[in-house]
């Protein structure tokens, strides 16, 4: 059984305001004073904090997902960026995503844990690391973490997700050989289930690999990847104030709904009602009815269309999706279309399809209200019902996998990788047209706190549009 994490106690749980981080700063050796649990809790809790806190919101901005229309966030929409606006997400992801990631790898080898923590130590330096570098281009990584090292090295983008690929490659092997589980409950995504973080370890070499745009081993790897929902790695929530969903501590409890709305690109994919804001988008047909994924994603107020806060995805007990069963089945879809064909990806979208038809990861939905019916190759042919403009059936069908992946992973990080990696095919790409300007954006900045500090950072420093490695 999952346990909930209270958000609250940060301090203690992310060891980043407690003795430990004093012991650290003093002597970066001892790491003995808190057990492998409470440092494993500590890194999980920051890894949810950056993979689904603000980094997440500002990347769906960026992404066309949400629309910001007030204070800050008015001009993240607008692109009016700065680097000192980056500052507190750069330090979620090293210090209390990356650094405690490595605290707890350390503390497994020192405590003489076994493989099975180490690897999960090493799962969670990847997923931190990759997601890092997906944002911010060029980062460090050798020594980034290590408070010894004031001016860590940046590492080329490609060089880290090669690293990042090795590093998940030993997980995987120190996890297989079923030793060394952490304590009961410290682990608060698969309580040292090992089967289930070799499926997650796998699910995100896929996902690294399609952010480098190598399809042929995402293809491998998600063959292995998370294989049921219920091996799907999500961040647990509860119902105090505490430990709320982080979306909920956002829209309701910081009272912020006056600064973000759903986009009306977005919520105009899913909406099946008369009050669609452009409704030529709606992606229901005689099999998909959107409405109960619409009900789970999002709700309308004085304010705007924002998320579901009530009994969906930003509801106060909802689980924050990291890495998942959903993520993986696109990936097969999507990677399969590109490697093996036409057959593959319709094949494997039918998959999903078929997953989605059943409640998929919808929480609280009613079976009326979804419906998921298999795609036909004569669908996607000229004048079928997804592909009315006379595009190749291959590109329809692509289109199709693209627009259910950014509606799957709405509110992610992932949403702004796909926006970035697909904006240079010629026919079809994820179709979100710059808020302002004829520029979308291409990174994070680079934080002021980390140019001031460290001469090692890129220069000439990059701007918010020029495209990392990866993407150019």
Not at 87 to 111: K, Q, S, Y
Not at 133 to 157: C, H, K, M, R, W
Request: net charge negative; proline share 5%.
């Amino acid at each position: 059984m999952k346990r909930y994490i209270s958000i609250v106690i940060l301090c203690a749980l992310l060891i980043s305001c407690s003795d430990l981080v004093d012991d650290l700063n003093n002597d970066p050796n001892n790491l003995t004073e808190s057990s492998f649990g409470s440092v494993l809790t500590g890194a999980e809790v920051g890894n949810l904090l950056f993979q689904s806190g603000e980094s997440a919101r500002r990347a769906a901005i960026f992404a066309g997902q949400y629309r910001g229309i007030d204070r800050q966030h008015e001009g993240f929409y607008t692109y009016s960026v700065t680097t000192s606006d980056f500052d507190a997400l750069w330090n979620d992801a090293f210090v209390n995503g990356f650094r405690n990631a490595l605290i707890a790898e350390e503390t497994a080898l020192n405590d003489e844990i076994g493989p099975i923590a180490q690897g999960i130590a090493l799962v969670l330096q990847a997923q931190v690391a990759g997601s890092i570098a997906s944002l911010y281009g060029d980062i460090p990584f050798d020594e980034a973490g290590n408070v010894a090292i004031t001016d860590p090295v940046f590492e080329s983008q490609t060089s880290v997700y090669g690293k990042i690929q090795n590093t998940l490659d030993t997980a995987i092997s120190l996890l297989g050989q079923g030793t060394g589980r952490p304590s009961a409950g410290s682990d608060i995504y698969f309580d040292g289930d090992a089967n289930a973080w070799i499926e997650a370890a796998y699910t995100l070499k896929a996902r690294f690999y399609m952010h480098t745009k190598n399809y042929q081993s995402a293809l491998n790897a998600a063959g292995n990847g998370i294989s049921s929902m219920a091996n799907s790695m999500y961040g647990p929530h509860g119902t105090a104030a505490e430990n709320s969903n982080l979306n909920y501590q956002f829209f309701a409890i910081e009272v912020r709904q006056s600064d973000v709305v759903v986009s009306d690109f977005m919520a105009s994919l899913v909406d099946p009602s008369t009050g669609n804001p452009i409704p030529s988008n709606y992606r229901g047909n005689a099999k998909t009815d959107e409405t109960g994924r619409y009900g789970f994603l999002f709700t309308t107020n004085s304010t705007g269309i924002q998320p579901n806060i009530e009994d969906g995805f930003a509801a106060q007990d909802a689980p924050a999706p990291l890495v998942t069963y959903e993520e993986n089945l696109l990936i097969l879809a999507e990677a399969g279309l590109r490697v093996n064909g036409f057959g593959t990806g319709l094949s494997n979208l039918n998959e999903y399809r078929a997953f989605m038809d059943t409640g998929g990861y919808l929480r609280n939905v009613d079976p009326s209200q979804v419906n998921y019916e298999p795609y036909v190759s004569a669908d996607f042919e000229v004048g079928g019902m997804e592909n009315t403009d006379g595009i190749s059936q291959e590109n329809a069908l692509l289109r199709e996998i693209l627009e259910e992946r950014y509606i799957t992973l709405f509110g992610q990080i992932e949403t702004f990788n796909d926006t970035r990696r697909t904006e240079g095919e010629i026919v079809v790409r994820v179709p979100i047209t710059p808020n302002t300007g004829n520029q979308l954006p291409q990174r994070f900045l680079y934080p002021q706190s980390e140019i001031d500090r460290n001469d090692n950072v890129p220069n000439p420093i990059p701007n918010f549009f020029d495209e990392t490695p990866v993407n150019q």
